[in-house]
C-alpha cells in the first residue's frame, strides 16, 4: 500500500518561510519522481513542483525563484523548502510520486496559510 505523509505545514506572514516534508512508503521510487501539488480554497489542484532521481527539477512559475524542492532517495522523502511566501500561498499542500503528465499518488495534504 502506497503511502505518503507530508509534515511541516503552518501558519506565517507575507515574506516568510516554511519547510514541508513527505516520507514514502509501499513504493519503489527508484524510477519515481516526487514533488509536490497545491489546492487552494475554490482552486482545483495544481502543479508546483517535481524532482527525479538524478535530481533534475521542474516548478511551476509561480513559484520559481521562491520554492526549492529537493529529495533523499536513501530515506524516501522529499522535501520543499518554501521562501518569500505571499497570500496567494495559502493551499493545502499535497505531496505526490511517480509524475508523469500527473501525480499518480498522493498523499493526505497538510495546510499551509501565508497572512498578509
Known amino acids: 500500500q502506497v503511502q505518503l505523509v507530508e509534515s511541516g505545514g503552518g501558519s506565517v506572514q507575507a515574506g516568510g518561510s516554511l519547510k514541508l516534508s513527505c516520507v514514502a512508503s509501499?513504493?519503489?521510487?527508484?524510477?519515481?519522481?516526487l514533488g509536490w501539488g497545491r489546492q487552494a480554497p475554490g482552486k482545483e489542484r495544481e502543479f508546483v513542483s517535481v524532482?527525479?532521481?538524478?535530481?533534475?527539477?521542474k516548478y511551476a512559475g509561480s513559484v520559481e525563484g521562491r520554492f526549492t524542492i529537493s529529495r533523499d532517495g536513501d530515506k524516501k522523502m522529499v522535501y520543499l523548502q518554501m521562501n518569500d511566501l505571499r497570500p496567494e500561498d495559502t493551499a493545502v499542500y499535497y505531496c505526490g510520486a511517480c509524475y508523469r503528465d500527473d501525480f499518480l499518488y498522493w498523499g493526505q495534504g497538510t495546510q499551509v496559510t501565508v497572512s498578509s
Open positions: 524532482v527525479s532521481l538524478d535530481g533534475t527539477t
Open positions: 509501499g513504493i519503489d521510487i527508484r524510477n519515481c519522481r
